[in-house]
């Protein structure tokens, strides 16, 4: 004769089946809705998904130009497709100085500045969007009028110098991105390093470090608006 124990168990064991089996279900869809949902946002936070380049300017700069002392232009090439956590970008920068003023005197300058940087930009998160950090190298060519002390200058018996310099360096920087799903897009960013050759003020005209006349890098950029396609 089998045990009342014995009965009761097996009498319940159909129940607790089923409750452990209504549970498992549970479960499986909890972790099904969770996974969605992480597509959701992983896709969400991916506007650059299938495009691979980007072409962006600076629209300060561009209203300086045509201005009286000078002018800058600068802008960027960016690939996407290489990494969809990071961006090489090629920043170019232009900037040509006709003139400045000593001490209440106008000084007639011819100054242009080329350069153009390679970085590389690994942005903090899993997709390409926010903060970012960067390594670059740059290459600039300075050409204009060699500096001179101000005895020189006021003494036109002494002519100036015409002096062209190629200068590379190397460095680190900082940014953000805001990324569109259209496509249109913001970045500011900041970059520090050195250059490898070359000397500091060897030309006439100011604000060294911003002409890369300096051994000094030092670049910010506050606005920049593009286009990714």
Known sequence: ?????????????????????????????????????????????????GKNIGIEISPLRLLTFGMKDGYSLAGTVSLFSVSRSAEIAIPLFYRHVTSQNEFFYELKDDFTLLSADVQYRQFLGHTQNGFYLSAFGKLSNLNGYKSQSYTEIYQDSIAPQKISRTKFGIGMGLGYRIFSHRGLYWGAGMTVGRFLNGKSDEFRSGDAIYNDDNQLIFDVEFLKVGWAF
Do not use: C, H, W, Y
């Not at 452990?20 to 479960?27: V, W």
């Open 1 to 49: 004769m089998k045990s009342p124990i014995l009965l009761l168990a097996l009498s319940l064991s159909p129940f607790t089946a089923g409750a452990a089996s209504a549970m498992t279900d549970s479960q499986k869809l909890d972790s099904l809705m969770v996974g969605q949902q992480r597509i959701i946002n992983s896709v969400a936070d991916e506007p650059l998904a």
